[in-house]
Nanobody
Framework: QVQLVESGGGLAQAGGSLRLSCAAS????????MGWYRQVPEKQRELVAR???????NYADSVKGRFTISRENAKNTLYLQMNNLKPEDTAVYYC?????????WGQGTLVTVSS
């Protein structure tokens, strides 16, 4: 089993920054993919960014150049540095780990960006 715990959400002003963290524990073996997703009420959860075991990354077009995903393998921790935040970034952000055909989700952390 894998457990994921997000932290770092909160309130930020437009143009500000926040850093999300996702601590993973349990049976974590490479290869795996980790990512950040977000969801607003009445909309589908969408990919924000993901990072592969080899270090390659993907970003949603809406966050390119503003968000950076990274991973600290020694601590089994995933990060999302969010800069130049916009009100439309307001959402619940979820961490996901995918491996061996399985998907594990964290409980989510709320990010609210005020204009």
């Amino acid at each position: 089993q894998v457990q994921l715990v997000e932290s770092g959400g909160g309130l930020a002003q437009a143009g500000g920054s926040l850093r999300l963290s996702c601590a993973a524990s349990g049976s974590i073996f490479r290869p795996y993919v980790m990512g950040w997703y977000r969801q607003v009420p009445e909309k589908q959860r969408e990919l924000v960014a993901r990072i592969y075991s080899g270090g390659s990354t993907n970003y949603a077009d809406s966050v390119k150049g503003r968000f950076t995903i990274s991973r600290e393998n020694a601590k089994n921790t995933l990060y999302l540095q969010m800069n130049n935040l916009k009100p439309e970034d307001t959402a619940v952000y979820y961490c996901k780990l995918s491996k061996g055909g399985m998907e594990y989700w964290g409980q989510g952390t709320l990010v609210t960006v005020s204009s």
